[in-house]
């Protein structure tokens, strides 16, 4: 389970309908517990997805493919988790959108994530944002549903 705020929330999908027709993305501190995750804050970022971004990845990725690929830049994360060390957080997801398809993970998603994660998945429909779902790895590395708990 993850709990968010809804102005956590919100941004999120401002942050997805602000990019549509691409993907956005952005990551998610917080804390990790027995319970579950409790989000402290969501910080979107660029979708650098180029040229040297696919290049890195097995698969046929075009330039133009920021519409179904997405990338946060390296330096990006490693910056985060340091900001997030010294604030005595984690990362504990990433979100990003699916313009003009469902909230569902792509073969994509599920090769590139990373176990512990939680990766949040927003629907972008016409611009506007829809239904927004959690996914988690499993052992066997496939994606399952994870909940969605608001706090206040």
Known sequence: MIRFSQ???QTIRTHAESTY???CCGIILGYLANEGKTVIEVMPTENT???EAAAEFPGEHTIE???RQYTIAPQVMLKTQKEARDRSLNIIGIFHSHP???AIP???DRLYAWQGYSYIIVSV???KAGKLQSWSLDDTHQFQAEKIENIK
């Open 7 to 9: 102005e956590q929330l």
């Open 21 to 23: 027709p691409d993907e």
């Open 49 to 51: 997805w180029n040229a």
């Open 65 to 67: 493919s920021k519409r």
């Open 100 to 102: 003009d398809h469902p």
């Open 106 to 108: 792509s073969e994509c």
């Open 125 to 127: 429909q016409n611009g």
